[in-house]
């Protein structure tokens, strides 16, 4: 499979938000931002919601140079294949399972991982990935990004690889 080169996601050097004055963190730094925030339910289970129509979200923090984000999902509910407009990031499942659809370069085509409560996710500026609840039941993650969204480009997969299809900039979420 292949990417359409017109459709690459930006490089973090590229987006606005890069102009801060700090570096972005990397993925591991992300990683550990996550998981020190799920160990400590207390911070965030009681702003959890569900909504049926979507997945429900909410940012938790913003700084100059990271944010984070909590998010549920009910069975079926998906992302579909998007890209982090340049930033890096990290997610960790909290609670429930979910599943991973990535393409792991040319070579090897589409990747599918199963991530059970626990797992951690970490990537960097160039990542494309759908994520998905595919369970019985409602899951919850944490998520960290890196330089902070600026925006984001979805994908639609075709036999030829992954074709943008739309993008989305912060003042939508």
């Known amino acids: 499979m292949s990417i359409d080169l017109a459709t690459t996601p930006p490089t973090a050097a590229t987006t606005p938000t890069a ?3 700090r570096p972005p963190l990397s993925p591991n730094a992300l990683r550990r931002i996550v998981r020190d925030l799920a160990e400590r339910p207390e911070r965030w289970l009681h702003r959890v919601r569900l ?3 979507e997945r429900w979200y909410e940012r938790l923090e913003l700084a100059e140079d990271y944010e984070v984000w909590l998010i ?4 079926g509910q998906s992302t579909g294949f998007h890209d982090h407009g340049g930033s890096r990031g990290a997610f960790t499942v909290a609670l429930g399972e979910l599943e991973e659809l ?3 370069g040319p070579e090897h085509g589409l990747t599918v991982r199963r991530l059970a409560s626990g797992s951690e996710r970490a990537f960097g500026p160039q990542y494309l990935h759908d994520v998905r609840n595919t369970a019985q ?3 919850v993650t ?3 990004y890196s330089p902070p969204l600026s925006g984001m480009a979805h994908y639609e997969l075709r036999a030829g690889g992954l074709v943008r299809t739309s993008t989305e900039g912060a003042e939508q979420w």
Do not use: R
């Open 142 to 144: 944490l998520h960290a």
């Open 72 to 75: 549920s999902w009910l069975p």
């Open 19 to 21: 102009t801060a004055t």
């Open 137 to 139: 039941g409602p899951a």
């Open 51 to 53: 909504s049926g129509e």
């Open 102 to 104: 990535a393409l792991a």
